[in-house]
């Protein structure tokens, strides 16, 4: 579905982000693994890529740094000299109520999820206006439709991603760039790890699927974003959350 394609794909050393980049690799894509803290787990991805027979290569960089995503996105041109699919997958959830919420997280939270978002769909879209082509899909998450107790910092983040898809969207269709948002629900992640049980346990039971998402659910949704299949969807916003109620 994708042979020959040139992907990055940000905050790709575990969880979501490595799902979508092996799933990406296996459909014969050159996977850009990218990531800021977890160099060896990327690394270890990579090879993995690599003893199957497939491309990958690795590139750090805070996605909230201009200067990092700038010299990035350099590396890219430079390399491989296009980009066709950018995943927008790095990011991060802090727990917190309201009242408790500090300046400094809220701050984190929307420089890494929104702003990361924002500098490299831009410095992406500097290349693929060129091609005339390009797939931008962004992680959002069904927080940032519905909201949740405790995560209006995560949630505002989330929420403000999915309207930089739509507008976007606009902007972009006219070069033949799609961009569209997938908001999974809950997922098998690290990020659920420290969930406690009975959360945990009230919140499978309002999926009416009867179970908690895995990486690879998502993945398969945003290969086909990036794909041709996919080439007259724009502006979307997809949730994957097996029906939940709640």
């Known amino acids: 579905m994708l042979d ?4 990055l794909v940000t905050g790709a050393s575990r969880g979501i ?5 092996l799933l990406a690799a ?13 160099g060896k787990s990327a690394a270890e991805l990579v090879d993995l890529i690599h003893e199957k027979g497939l491309s990958a290569s690795i590139i750090k960089a805070d996605v909230s740094s201009e200067d990092e995503v700038k010299d990035m996105f350099s590396s890219i ?3 491989h000299s296009k980009l066709d699919v950018l995943v927008n997958n790095a990011g991060i959830m802090r727990n917190s109520l309201l009242a408790l919420t500090s300046t400094e997280l809220f701050d984190h939270t929307i420089d890494v ?6 500098l490299c769909t831009r410095y992406a879209t500097n290349m693929m206006r060129k091609q005339r082509l390009g797939r931008i899909v962004n992680i ?6 519905q909201g949740s107790e405790g995560q209006t910092a995560y949630s505002a983040s989330k929420a403000a991603v999915i309207g930089f898809t739509r507008s976007a969207a606009k902007e972009l269709g006219r070069y033949g760039i799609t961009v ?3 908001a999974p629900g809950l997922i098998e992640t690290d990020l659920i790890k420290d969930m406690k049980p009975d959360i945990r346990d009230k919140m499978l039971s309002s999926i009416s699927l009867g179970r908690i998402g895995t990486p690879e659910d998502i993945a398969k949704v945003v290969l086909f974003l990036s ?16 029906c939940q109620t709640i």
């Open 4 to 7: 020959g394609k040139v992907v």
């Open 140 to 145: 959002s998450s069904i927080v940032g439709l």
């Open 26 to 38: 296996e459909n014969h894509a050159h996977v850009i693994v990218n990531y800021n803290k977890n």
């Open 17 to 21: 982000g490595k799902a979508i980049a």
């Open 77 to 79: 041109k430079e390399k």
């Open 227 to 242: 794909s041709d299949l996919a080439s007259y969807v724009s502006g979307s916003v997809i949730v994957v959350d097996g």
């Open 113 to 118: 999820n929104l702003k990361g978002t924002f």
């Open 180 to 182: 569209n948002a997938v």
